[in-house]
């Protein structure tokens, strides 16, 4: 059954003219995108077809495919309600965000003591790991110790880590809003520094580089929802889609290098079998598990709904140990296990639970994105960007109810609120209010 997986390949090709077509080719709508995802792996799993000697079933092409037409209906259902709650064109605000630049060193300041703290946590965390060698090996024995049953972050690190990820993803906006509607000023250069050490602090602090695809997933969409924004949603030219993608995955390939380096997990000559193993495995995965599929878990979403079950532990209304990690699968003497966001879904919720959920993901991803399109106000294009990670990772994993769909998320708005509030809205009705008072001084002293 090799032509199998040529024919998946095939059929999401077709299916991604198909999304393009409904979308009247508009490429970043949530269907064009979760085809293109599974067309990615899809094609490097084809690749490395005869190294890790696989083969797919049809069950699992028509399974994928099948799903993702599901999501597609999802998302033309939404769009046809988003255009009958919503018909007015929305007004675009080309104004330019400014960020006072004393108020901007000093979250620089205090996001450097941030970096201090997780990193002596860090590394207090390696010694107890066993580390004797300095803070050249800490990332290592940290890693190590990160993966020991039972391991949790202290609460204080994980309100500086989500404290952190806020104040980045809200400078990150603001320089990208003033370089796509020009009106970037070299004094922006300096919003970049507190999105480098955001992720510096999650470097250090979460001890991983997964993450990393997390944040360019935000920043990718945020950039390139802001240029259909500027050129009115009309389609974005497909190769400036492409050349920003590229240098995503670039930057993604340079972040990813860089971060195993520093926890001795880097090796050069097997640095694309990799990539090719984080990006495609999860294909010939799924298809392992819909061969030796065992009955759904008894226990609802154990797969799943973490974030629900911790809420549920902590109230003394459930005790249900969960581990979020899956088994592995070995192809050939390469482990993985991944296996796309549809095992998840197969595992607690059945065949017909994946196409409700798919369904239900359709209509979310669909509606939210024509809600953006209608609004000029981009806070909701700040949340859509957030929430871009689990649709661009799904065809290697599942992370929407598995980590977005937990009480982290809710701390990283209430932190991106008190964020905005902070570094932009405050010292702007500060500035109107001086303003204001100077006008009314002007015009007591031009009366007398």
Known sequence: MLMSSYVLLAALCLLLIIALIISRKDILS????????????????????????????????????SALLIFGAGEVFSKKVCGCLFKKEPE??????????????????????????????????????GNAEGYGAMMTYARRMTLQEGYSRSRGLNHILVFSKALSYIFGWAALHNFVYRRFKKTDCLYAVPVVLGFGIYAVGTVTRGFAIEWIAYYLMLYLLMCSKKNRWKSINIWKIALVGGGALALFLVLFIFLGMAANRFNLASIVDTIAFYTGLSIPSLDHYIANHIPVSQIVGSETLYGVYAVLNKLGMSDVSMNMALEFISFNGVEGNVFTSLRRYINDF?????????????????????????????????????????????????????????????????????????VLKIPQLLKEYRQRKKGVGYENRKTN
């Open 30 to 65: 949530p269907f064009a995108v979760s085809t293109i995802m599974f067309l990615i792996s899809t094609g490097v799993a084809v690749v490395y077809m005869s190294k890790w000697q696989f083969s797919l079933s049809y069950v699992t092409v028509f399974i994928i495919i």
């Open 350 to 422: 059945g065949y017909v639970g994946l196409y409700i959920v798919q369904f239900y993901l359709g209509v979310f991803y669909g509606f939210f994105y024509n809600f953006v399109k209608k609004q000029s106000s981009e806070g909701p294009m700040i949340v859509y960007a957030i929430f871009a990670y689990p649709l661009v990772i799904q065809a290697i994993e599942e992370k929407f109810f598995s980590a977005y769909v937990a009480v982290g998320t809710v701390n990283l708005f209430i932190y991106m609120i008190v964020s905005y509030l902070v």
């Open 92 to 129: 675009i605000r080309l104004d330019r965000v400014e960020i006072p630049t004393g108020l901007t060193i000093v979250i620089i300041l205090l996001m450097c003591v941030f970096l201090l703290y997780a990193f002596r946590t860090i590394y207090a965390l390696s010694v107890q790991g």
